[in-house]
């Protein structure tokens, strides 16, 4: 372990160094951004429809109260029933509370759309009539109206429940009879053998895809970050004067973990501020548009309810955040050993392909390998430790895996880790004397035999 010492001097250098006024900036500036935007988003989303006579009236206060739009229906019944009673959609303080229903006293439909367009602009007429045997229940929007088409269709259903609600009324069934037609059906199917929850199967298989695709742009950027950290005091003549005073096992480790460090603070700063900007934005649109709910919301909510009885939990949060972040240092190692093998500034994007090639390749294999639908290529990508930091983080907090399997995943990716920093420094070491030399496979194996 000797050899590791005074790796702390060079993670605190090169964290200092890469941390300066510059990066806070960004890194802040960047929060702000996600944090705004997605408040934006979110009260855009949750913005009904509506018409633009509609948007120009937005500042009359029966309109902006979270309450409906409709002030009047008028309604023309040639059903043949008895009239229903639709002032049971008014429920003391709801949503349609302030709507007044009220029988036309007309004969046909045009009469029927000049008594609602000469009453009001929040009047729409709705006319219910029988035809082969069927009734049909339709809504008619005035032409001077600055209700929103989506607000007369949600009425429109709940009208549609209540004269089907008065039509079985009108059969003189009994109480207990009427109670049986009222309760409601729930239907559910499965296949003997197979898991009953779809909702788990879908999550389990796009949950990984999605947080792969995050992992495979930080893996990029932040890798070509520590490959240049590296290589950068050997293609300015420092590399001699380090050697003397640290070993390349520190110096490299220091390095690695500093690169990751950074990494992990400005990803986990942003995350944060996505969370953030996403609650906020949900609680506010919510304020501005009642009953508004966002829809990653809504299906982070979906995740918690229809996953495996690990997933979500803390243990299998903190598990899977440490898998993430040793599959990170197994990555930003395997850069800086591809930054070891640069022997002059020209030859740094063409060492870079042997860092992102393998980053590539996994990333492909553990996208594709859900939809496939392959359970034992996925068994595999899991203890493979270039496959597995794109896989096993979110296998974990799904609870596609449990708690060992996990573990020793963990325990491999670190195995792997120490032993490309024991490697690259060998190498980073060896080429001292081969300054400006283009190394080859011969010359690497020279290095590391000694």
């Not at 855009?44 to 009359?60: G, H, I, L, S, V």
């Not at 294999?365 to 595999?380: Q, R, T």
Request: charged fraction near 15%; include cysteine; hydrophobic fraction near 50%.
């Amino acid at each position: 372990m000797k050899d590791f010492r005074g790796w702390a001097t060079v993670f605190e250098f090169t964290f200092r160094q890469s941390t300066k006024k510059a990066f806070k900036i960004i890194t802040a500036l960047v929060a702000v951004l996600i944090i705004g935007s997605i408040i934006i988003i979110n009260i855009f989303a949750a913005r009904p429809k509506k018409d633009n006579y509609y948007e120009e009236n937005m500042n009359q206060p029966e309109l902006s109260q979270g309450v409906s739009a409709v002030k009047k229906v008028v309604i023309l019944d040639n059903s043949g029933l008895e009239p229903t009673d639709y002032n049971a959609l008014n429920p003391p303080n709801g949503y349609y509370n302030p709507v007044e229903f009220v029988y036309a006293d007309v004969q046909t439909r045009d009469e029927l759309l000049d008594y609602a367009a000469n009453d009001s602009d929040r009047t729409i007429a709705v006319m219910i009539s029988a035809k082969d045997g069927t009734f049909e229940m339709e809504a008619i929007i005035p032409y001077n109206s600055i209700i929103p088409s989506m607000e007369v269709e949600q009425l429109i259903e709940q009208m549609t429940s209540s004269f089907e609600a008065n039509k079985i009324m009108q059969t003189n069934l009994s109480d207990e009879e009427l109670a049986a037609v009222f309760t409601p059906i729930i239907t559910s199917y499965s296949e003997f053998g197979e898991s009953s929850n779809m909702a788990a199967m879908v999550i389990k298989m796009i949950a990984p895809m999605i947080l792969s695709f995050f992992m495979y742009f930080m893996f990029l950027f932040y890798g070509q970050i520590a490959s240049k950290s590296v290589s950068s005091e050997k293609t300015s003549k420092l590399m001699e004067t380090l050697l003397t005073s640290v070993h390349p096992y520190a110096m490299i480790t220091g390095k690695i973990l500093a690169v990751t460090s950074i990494a992990i603070l400005q990803f986990s700063i942003w995350v944060m501020s996505a969370i953030v900007g996403l609650y906020a934005g949900n609680a506010i649109a919510h304020q501005i548009f009642p009953g508004y709910e966002s829809s990653v919301v809504s299906f982070i909510n979906f995740i918690k309810d229809n996953i495996g009885e690990t997933g979500m939990t803390i243990p299998a949060a903190i598990l899977a955040v440490l898998t993430f972040i040793i599959g990170f240092i197994f990555y930003c190692v395997i850069a800086a050993l591809a930054g070891c093998l640069v022997s002059k500034p020209d030859d740094v994007a063409s060492t870079q392909g042997l860092f992102q090639f393998p980053v590539v390749i996994s990333w492909l294999i553990c996208y594709f390998a859900p939809i496939s639908g392959n359970d034992k290529l996925l068994s595999i990508v899991r203890y493979i430790p270039f496959t597995a930091p794109f896989c096993v983080p979110s296998d974990i907090l799904t609870g596609t895996i449990g708690y060992g399997e996990g573990i020793l995943t963990l325990l491999i990716l670190t195995a792997f880790s120490l032993l490309i920093i024991i490697l690259a420094s060998r190498i980073y070491k060896g080429l001292v004397l081969y300054t400006g030399q283009k190394p080859n496979m011969k010359l690497i194996i020279n290095i590391l035999k000694g």
